[in-house]
């Protein structure tokens, strides 16, 4: 790997890492894409990706339970970091799911979609979880670059973020309610959706992470 630097995909137990990292892979160049659970190796990588699927709660516990909490927050401080789905959600105050605390690297909650609000365009009921494809309305961001505004990403989730600072949003959907699907801060930039899922937009958004320098 002359030249090139660590991509740390951090494994804390939770999500189908393996598309993540296949995915870097295909954009990364001459860096190499590690996944792991070792708080030494995200420490000592260029750039740190924390993707997550499941329930929030369980993740914060295996989180915990593995002792990379403070790799997490450390690489958050000053890395190129990127957040994929309960992976942005871990990085907020708060979660309604599970009444379960969060890193708080950002202020703000998560919470359920509401369900009274959950009536699509037809006039049909909309269902819970948020599964396909949808389109993103962007905020300017580095890591928008060469993605077309309104390109469509995969998502699947239950709740989203209710970031306190309106500077943060990068990113918004519309799915029965306006959400926030992408916050972005210094060196941090978070994900609803799942790029690795999204075709070429999303390799391209992991392309722009892998050249970012913020």
């Known amino acids: 790997m002359a030249g090139g630097k660590t ?7 939770m999500g189908n890492l393996r598309s993540v990292a296949k995915a870097l892979e295909h954009v990364a160049g001459d860096n190499q894409v590690v996944v792991t659970a070792d708080p030494a190796v995200v420490a000592a990588a260029e750039r740190v990706v ?3 699927q499941g329930a ?22 000053d890395k190129p970091f990127l957040g994929i789905c309960i992976g942005l959600q871990m990085l907020f105050e708060h979660s309604e799911e ?29 269902k819970v979880p948020h599964m396909g494809w949808n389109e993103v309305d962007q905020k300017a961001h580095a890591l928008w670059a060469n993605i077309a505004n309104t390109a469509r990403f995969y998502f699947v989730h239950s709740y989203c973020v209710q970031p306190a600072e309106s500077a943060l ?9 306006p959400f926030t699907c992408a916050v972005g801060r210094d060196n941090i930039f978070a994900v609803q959706f799942h790029p690795e899922k999204s075709a070429r937009d999303g390799l391209q958004l992991l392309k722009n992470f892998v050249e970012w320098r913020p």
């Open 169 to 177: 949003v990068k990113a918004t959907t519309t799915y029965g309610v």
């Open 98 to 126: 599970g009444n379960v605390a969060g890193l708080g690297v950002f202020a703000g909650d998560v919470k359920r979609f509401p369900d009274e609000k959950m009536i699509g365009a037809d006039g049909l009921r909309l």
């Open 50 to 52: 924390f993707p997550g």
């Open 7 to 13: 991509i740390a995909v951090i494994d804390y137990g």
């Open 56 to 77: 929030m709660p369980d993740c914060m516990c295996e989180l915990d339970a593995r002792g990379l909490r403070p790799a997490v927050l450390a690489a958050a401080k």
